[in-house]
Each structure stands twice: as structure tokens, then as C-alpha cells.
């Protein structure tokens, strides 16, 4: 009686203890005496009044705060307001031009923060500095392709930078339309090349227009130069993955620059996804990838592409199920090829996170609405979910179909579909 009474209080006061701490912490909570405010098409300027920041700090913090938003986030035009303290620690947060809201975790800020014309008149310095970086213009040394071949399979990593940087050189030319432009010059293509069509990016969280070009550019010159030692553990990545599992596809790695915008630190500077059975793409950050984020990704994604190569996933739809499986595999794969695989997405689930997740991938499971894989991505702490629960409870699913099935091997349970891998782990059951 006293522990189901103690699920029930757990359960009653973590969501409350949660929108407590929601509507109430602060946002920003040192003191700061610079502010850049970089517009999407108005250019960039800094307030260092100290007033000033105080006021639109307190506007931030005291304001009144939503879950969620009217549309996701990456569908607002977004502007970054870098706030900066004599030491030259910073954080950076996205204001909502449309609305005048502040994002963060969760939801926004009410704020209604609008910044008035005097905020605008740019100093000499951040003009110059603008000026100055207009006039520079970037060449690459590393753009074409590098072709690799490893236990029987073909690589080609292709070096995709040179679009964004258009995309830059035409915005400050032309002060165009930020997503308008960054469409047409990175996600169409792009696309085109990939699928054989061209898509809009608005619901795409990879292809969001980026705000802090002067970071991108530096970033992509940063990714020009250490190319070499990129390609390199992409290689090493491939040799050890197809020691293991090898496909017939000739795959295509495309390498792009991670969003200046947001902070992956978790993820070890690399965020990528396999389109098809032959491409994966990788996006990096040049200040902080590694060796091992790297290597650990390639394993993940190739395994994403072998199995869509001999697997029926490229000819069917794919439910909820399905996609917590695949990442499940993928995560099991690159446990096989590398032993201290120990990506953050896969940590353990607490025992009352595992029974909230399984009750809502059970209820769900042959959904095909990505609303409900973002949610379990994204995380719903309200409802007890974690964000990274696909991954987490497919990594946990595949460690009881091992275990169960130690005779079915790489190979075979590479190609066996989700609900089968579900029967046989016999997860779920008698829990």
C-alpha cells in the first residue's frame, strides 16, 4: 500500500514541482554589461547602457511564460540577443520577431519585448566590422569529392559548404528575405540532390535560416581547415563499422555546417541523419566535434542506411514503432562496433520514465503522426516522458532481444521488422 501511495505522490508532485519551476526560474540570472542584438534582415547592434539591459533582462525574467507555442519555433523568423559579462562569458538567447517572444525550453516568454529605433542606430565598430566582413569573401580549398573504399563498399564524403556561404554573400547583399533566400540557395538544392525533388524546410529542424551568419562563415572556414582530420575519422568510422556489417550501395556523406544557433553540446558537435540508403549527413561543428562523436555517428547512420538497403523500410510507411526500433538498432550497432559507445541519448530511463514511455508507445505504437515521435524525441516532462525516449526505450528493447535471441545475428536482425523484434524481446510483458 505505502509504495503504490508514494508512485501516486511521485506522480502528483513532479508535474506540479515541474510548472512551478517552469514559470518561476530565472532565465537569466547573472549580471551582464553587453548586448548584441542581431536582427534577421535589419543587421547588428550592440546596447552596452546598463539600464537598458537591466530593463530587457527583467522584461525576460519576470514576464509571464506559455507552454509550447501557437506553430514550432523553427517556423518563427528568429532574431539572437548575446548577452555578454566583462569576462566574457555569454548566453545567448531567440527572440520571436513575429510575436515579440522569447524561446526557451518548453514554451516562451511572454514578454512582448519590442526594441525601439535608438537600439537599432549601429555603432562604428559593429558597421565596420560588417562592412569588413562583407568584403571578404571565402575560398574553399576542400569542395569536391573524396571518394573511399572499405571491405567491399564505396564511400563518397562530399564537402557541402559553398551553397551557405552564397547564401550569405546574396543576404548581405541584398538584405533579402532570410528563409526565402536560405532556401533557395541551400535547402532546395540540396534537396534536389538527395531526393531527387525539392522541399520546403519549414517543418525541417536541420534546415532552420540561420540568424548568426558572421559564426556560420566562421564556422565553415573552420570546417575548410580541419577537413583533412574530419575526413579522416569518417574513414576510420567506415573501416570499423564494415568490419561488421557491410552494405552494396554506393553511400554519400555529405558534410555541412552545424546551426550557428543552437547548442548540441550533448550530442559532441555532430547531429546527422541517413536521408536514404545511400546518404547520410552530417552536420559539425568545428569547436567541438571529437574523434569519438564523430566515429560514433558514422556507426549509428551507416547502420540506418544498410538497413535501409536490405530491409523493406524504403518501399512501406512507417509507424511509431517502427522508427523507435530503427534507432534502437542503430544504437546497438554502434555499441557492437565501438564498446564504450556511450552517447547521452541511451542513458537509462528511471523506472517510472520506462512505464510512462512504453504505456504511450504501446498506446501509440501504429502511429503514423510525427507529432507523436517528436514528443517522445523532444521529451514531455508534464507527462513523465524524458526527451530522447525513442532512442532510450529502442536501445532497451534491442538489449532484451539480444538476450532472449542470442542466435539471430547482426546480419539477420538487421532486416527484421519492428513488431517482430517486439514479439521476441518479449519486452513489455509481465512488467
Known amino acids: 500500500m505505502k509504495t503504490v501511495v508514494s508512485k501516486i505522490l511521485i506522480v502528483v508532485i513532479i508535474p506540479i514541482l515541474f510548472v512551478l519551476w517552469f514559470h518561476h526560474h530565472k532565465v537569466i540570472n547573472e549580471e551582464y554589461t553587453k548586448l548584441t542584438i542581431k536582427m534577421p534582415n535589419e543587421g547588428v547592434t550592440v546596447i552596452d547602457e546598463k539600464e537598458r539591459i537591466e530593463e530587457i533582462i527583467d522584461a525576460i525574467n519576470e514576464s509571464p511564460r506559455s507552454f509550447g507555442a501557437e506553430k514550432p519555433w523553427y517556423n518563427y523568423e528568429l532574431a539572437s540577443l548575446i ?28 514578454t512582448d519585448l519590442v526594441f525601439e529605433e535608438e537600439d537599432f542606430q549601429e555603432s562604428e565598430n559593429v558597421s565596420a566590422a560588417v562592412s569588413e566582413e562583407v568584403q571578404e569573401k571565402v575560398i574553399l580549398e576542400h569542395g569536391t569529392v573524396e571518394t573511399y573504399s572499405i571491405n567491399g563498399q564505396t564511400f563518397e564524403i562530399i564537402p557541402y559548404h559553398q551553397p551557405y556561404l552564397d547564401f550569405m554573400e546574396e543576404l548581405e547583399a541584398k538584405k533579402g528575405n532570410r528563409a526565402d533566400l536560405f532556401s ?52 576510420e568510422g567506415l573501416a570499423d563499422s564494415t568490419a561488421l556489417l557491410t552494405g552494396s550501395e554506393k553511400v554519400r556523406i555529405y558534410l555541412q555546417p552545424h546551426s550557428p544557433d543552437f547548442n548540441y553540446l550533448e550530442m559532441g558537435g555532430v547531429v546527422a ?124 528493447i534491442m538489449e532484451d532481444f539480444l538476450e532472449k535471441n542470442p542466435e539471430i545475428t547482426l546480419e539477420q536482425w538487421t532486416e527484421v521488422r519492428a513488431d517482430e523484434i517486439l514479439e521476441l524481446s518479449g519486452f513489455g510483458v509481465g512488467d
Open 273 to 396: 541523419f541517413a536521408a536514404d540508403k545511400d546518404v547520410m549527413v552530417l552536420q559539425i561543428d568545428p569547436r567541438k566535434y571529437t574523434e569519438k562523436s564523430i566515429k560514433q555517428t558514422i556507426a549509428h547512420e551507416f547502420h540506418h542506411v544498410v538497413t535501409m538497403e536490405v530491409s523493406d523500410w524504403s518501399y512501406r510507411k512507417h509507424h511509431l514503432l517502427d522508427r523507435v526500433i530503427m534507432e534502437g538498432k542503430a544504437d546497438t550497432f554502434g555499441k557492437l562496433v565501438y564498446p564504450d559507445y556511450d552517447v547521452a541519448w541511451i542513458e537509462p530511463l528511471s523506472p517510472e520514465a520506462k512505464e510512462k514511455v512504453w504505456s504511450f508507445i504501446e498506446e501509440n505504437k501504429g502511429s503514423y503522426e510525427m507529432e507523436d515521435v517528436t514528443m517522445l524525441h523532444m521529451g514531455q516532462p508534464s507527462s513523465g516522458i524524458p526527451k530522447w525516449s525513442n532512442y532510450r526505450i529502442g536501445y532497451l
Open 83 to 110: 548577452f555578454e559579462n566583462e569576462s566574457g562569458d555569454s548566453k545567448a538567447l531567440h527572440y520571436m520577431t513575429e510575436n515579440q517572444n522569447i524561446k526557451i525550453r518548453f514554451g516562451e516568454i511572454d
Open 184 to 235: 533557395a540557395h541551400v535547402v532546395k538544392p540540396f534537396s534536389k540532390e538527395i531526393y531527387g525533388y525539392e522541399y520546403s524546410s519549414r517543418d525541417d529542424p536541420f534546415y532552420v535560416p540561420p540568424v548568426n551568419t558572421d559564426i556560420l562563415r566562421e564556422m565553415i572556414v573552420q570546417l575548410d581547415d580541419q577537413y583533412v582530420e574530419i575526413s579522416r575519422f569518417i574513414k
